[in-house]
């Protein structure tokens, strides 16, 4: 069931903000251990936290948006072509949501205000109808989750920034093949774009 803007607010204890939750790749290809592009066992370990900020989320009845990296075989002219193997291809199971998160999309996915929207950059903005969606929805702040923290979670959060939502990163829910530039991505979110980095 989907509250209006005021009820939302007020299950936020009264703060003036309309939260919706963002799910990025989260895919089998980037979190499962043979996945084509995976960060391992640090994509593994975030999987639980995802699942509870969706069943919270969804509590709450807040928007969510499961936004999935979309590639086609042989597309040659992409540019993450000459950066990275293949992964994420229409139609594999490479795309598919991974685990748990797997499971509990499937369980809400028929109903209102839950999204699953293809993107083909980094940035869950680009390209995608993700911007209207929300300002349709009055949302103002974005939670930020998924794969992989300084590479398309860091492009969604400049662009959240650049669109004027705030921005909440909980650093469980996020993971990279790359610790270093994990924590330098924090760093960034917190320092940089204002974001509330929650533990
Ligand atoms: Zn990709």
């Given amino acids: ?10 299950a936020q204890g009264g703060l003036l ?19 084509k592009l995976t960060a391992g066992e640090a994509a593994q370990a975030i999987e639980t936290a995802i699942v509870d900020r969706i069943r919270e989320a969804h509590e709450a009845c807040q928007p969510i948006f499961f936004m999935m990296d979309l590639h086609f075989e042989q597309d040659d ?15 594999t199971e490479g795309r598919a949501l991974y685990g748990r998160v797997h ?51 860091m492009h969604t959060a400049v662009d959240a920034y650049n669109n004027g939502y705030g921005i909440v990163v909980p650093a469980s829910c996020v993971a990279s093949f ?8 924090l760093d960034h979110f917190k320092n940089a774009l204002g974001a509330t980095v929650e533990p």
């Fill in 103 to 153: 499971d509990v999309y499937e369980e809400i996915k028929d109903e209102q205000n839950i999204f699953f929207i293809d993107k083909r950059r980094y940035s869950a903005f680009a390209g995608t109808p993700l911007n209207q969606l929300l300002q349709e929805r009055k949302v103002d702040t974005v939670t930020l989750t998924g794969l992989v923290t300084d590479i398309c979670i």
């Fill in 17 to 35: 903000m309309n939260n919706a939750l963002l799910v990025i790749d989260y895919s089998y290809d980037f979190a499962a251990p043979d996945g």
């Fill in 178 to 185: 790359n610790p270093a530039g994990h924590e330098s991505a």
């Fill in 77 to 91: 002219l992409h540019p993450e072509s000459k950066l990275f193997p293949p992964h994420n291809i229409e139609g």
């Fill in 1 to 10: 069931m989907w509250h209006n803007g005021d009820e939302n607010n007020e």
